[in-house]
């Protein structure tokens, strides 16, 4: 999501080299051949604000993920913390090591390289697998003892003001300084009176005055996982892992995607909410499944502002962005009648 750590074109190019640089001095500790050593940067569909490098020298390979922004080194320096669980219990990339990047603000994890994509659409024998594994997570006593040194659990409202609300906000802040051609003062209106409609049901619904004590992954959007060419998965991007709502979790895996804007099905989320012996997280699932709805809507439009972070993409990633956002809104207004 935007922040002000956002890189820039010129930025990025000498970050490039200076990532080279760093790995050619530990090629020999990394089993690399440092003469053919080279640094490619992978785009991330999700936004600008952490980069990503796959390093290779052709035959041994690693993904590098860097974070420039105080906020976002200390996201990655959480997950290297508690990594070991999340790799042997959770499906998550092996970390290789902490990475700081001399002559640079920039920080954060190697991995393991794993092979494959995200899948371009769910299978339901994917995303049941997906759903078990994150069940498991939020009741897991030794992550959420971990959790717990560093955080109070505050309630399921707090989480929900906190994923989306105050993302909005800077979100409809950074559209508003360079709004896209099609969007107009009346768009960014509608947008805002949106998000207003959504807080104020979280505040007056009793589900959301619960307690947020749960280890979640809070980020299970379908390009977070990984498929292999044998059908093996990972689950990546562990940034966000805090104590929170597992109804987030559920409504984002079940929720729309940029291949269909589809809203989580209660039957589906159903034997996962049995598991949590929470009725809350049923309970929460819609609102969670309309403000997953509006993300696509407004995030698309943040992401097209900051597309200019990374020229040789931009208009690529403008176009995939437009389209989202036209295909979310109209979704969104169908589905809630709104203006």
Known sequence: MPEAGIIRTMELDLLQPAVVAWFKRQAAALGMDQSRLTAEYRLNWGGFVNQSFRITDGATSYHLKLAGSADGRRRLGHWYQIHPPLTERYR????????????????????????????QAWSEALQDEVAATVSRLH????????????????????????TFITRFAEDLATI???????VTAEHLA????????????????????????HPIHADLWINNVIVGPTGAWALVDWDDLRLGD?????????????????LADPA?????????????????????????????VIDSLADYVDAGAVAEHTARVR?????????AKQEYQRTYCSG
């Open 92 to 119: 998550a990339p092996r970390v290789v090591a902490w990475v700081v990047i001399p002559g640079t603000d920039h920080a954060g994890l190697l991995f393991e390289d794993v092979p494959g994509e995200p899948p």
């Open 139 to 162: 009741r897991d006593t030794d992550v959420r003892r971990y959790l717990r040194k560093g955080e109070l659990a505050g309630s399921c409202e707090s989480v929900f003001r906190e």
């Open 176 to 182: 508003e300084v360079t709004p896209p051609p099609f």
């Open 190 to 213: 509608w947008m805002t009176q949106e998000v207003n409609t959504l807080e104020e049901a979280a505040v007056e619904a009793p589900a959301f005055a619960a307690p947020a004590d």
């Open 246 to 262: 597992p109804a987030l979790d559920y409504a984002v895996l079940f929720g729309p995607t940029a291949a269909s804007m589809k």
């Open 268 to 296: 589906r989320v159903l034997p996962y909410a049995e598991i949590e012996r929470d009725p809350g997280v049923l309970a929460r699932i819609p609102l969670y499944g309309r403000a997953t709805l509006l993300d696509w």
């Open 319 to 327: 176009e995939e962005k437009e389209r989202v956002h036209r295909l």
